[in-house]
C-alpha cells in the first residue's frame, strides 16, 4: 500500500472539522471522536480524551484499517469501510471518510451501536464534503501554485537567513 499525500490544513477547515467531530461527540453520546488520516497522523480530536494516547490510537487505527484492507482483498472484497469493536466498558466505531479520512469513535453503554452508526452516516456526509474541498484545493495548488506554505522558501533564502 502507498502512503497519501501529507495532509496539509489551513485553521477554517480544522474549525469545520472540529465542529463536526464535536458535533457528533454530543449528537451519538460517545466519549470521543477522532479524524486520522490514512498514514496515521491525527487530524482532530474531541470529546473526553483523559488517558488515551492519541498518537498511538491514531498510528494503531491506521494499521488496523490497512491490514482489514488486506484481508478484504484476500477473500474476494473491495473493502471493509466500517470496523466495529467490542470491549468490557469501551466499544470503537471506525468509518473510512473520502477514502482517505478514518472516522473512530469511542463511546460505552451511555450510548448504542445503532445511534452510533445512525450519527456517523450524517457526520460522514459533511465531513466527505469538507474533505473533497480540502483535497480539491490541494489538487488545484499542486497544479498552479504552491502546494504549502514552505514551498516557495529556496535554500538560499535559508543560507541568506542564518548567515547574519
Known amino acids: 500500500m502507498s502512503l497519501t499525500p501529507q495532509l496539509v490544513l489551513f485553521e477554517e477547515d480544522h474549525r469545520k472539522l472540529l465542529a463536526v467531530s464535536e458535533r457528533l461527540v454530543a449528537d451519538a453520546n460517545a466519549k470521543a471522536v477522532f479524524l486520522v488520516d490514512r498514514n496515521g497522523q491525527l487530524v482532530t480530536e474531541a470529546g473526553e480524551l483523559k488517558g488515551i494516547d492519541t498518537t498511538s490510537l491514531a498510528s494503531l487505527v491506521a494499521g488496523n484499517v490497512a491490514a482489514t484492507q488486506g484481508l478484504a482483498k484476500v477473500i474476494g472484497e473491495p473493502d471493509f469501510p466500517t470496523h ?77 537567513l542564518f548567515s547574519d
Open 84 to 160: 466495529f469493536h467490542q470491549g468490557e466498558r469501551d466499544n470503537v466505531h471506525i468509518t473510512l471518510v473520502a477514502q482517505r479520512i478514518i472516522l473512530v469513535v469511542v463511546f460505552d453503554e451511555r450510548s448504542s451501536l445503532g445511534l452510533v452508526r445512525l450519527r456517523v452516516k450524517k457526520a460522514s456526509q459533511r465531513l466527505s464534503e469538507l474533505f473533497d474541498e480540502i483535497f480539491k484545493r490541494a489538487e488545484a495548488e499542486n497544479g498552479e501554485g504552491p502546494a504549502s506554505p514552505f514551498s516557495e522558501i529556496s535554500d538560499e533564502d535559508i543560507d541568506n
